[in-house]
């Protein structure tokens, strides 16, 4: 268990560190980066935007590094891998233009 952690949050550190150097993520680094935002289709445009771009290799602007860096990726690693993305959980905007995590209860 401790094992998987480590390696979760190596190949992480893989993607964090290439964003910062706005390179393009490629092979096991995209994926490790589309299994924590998703792949699209999420209902979330954010996510759905900055999944688009990943998979097109274009630079993400500051804001949407800063959500995948400070806030997706951070979840995953506290989280033990758990991606933010699943189907009970999304980003929004709020009324107030906060983003906001939303928790749908399994079912």
């Not at 602007?61 to 993305?85: C, F, N, Q, W």
């Amino acid at each position: 268990m401790e094992d998987q952690m480590r390696s979760e949050s190596a190949k992480y550190g893989h993607v964090t560190r290439r964003l910062l150097r706005n390179e393009r993520l490629t092979g096991k680094v995209l994926e490790s980066a589309l299994s924590v935002i998703g792949q699209g289709g999420t209902r979330d445009s954010l996510c759905d935007v900055i999944a688009a771009k990943l998979i097109a290799g274009q630079q993400l602007s500051d804001y949407e590094k800063h959500i995948m860096i400070d806030v997706l990726l951070l979840h995953a690693r506290l989280g033990g891998g758990t991606p933010i993305s699943s189907k009970t959980t999304r980003l929004c905007v709020n009324d107030k233009g906060e983003l906001e995590l939303v928790i749908t209860p399994d079912t």
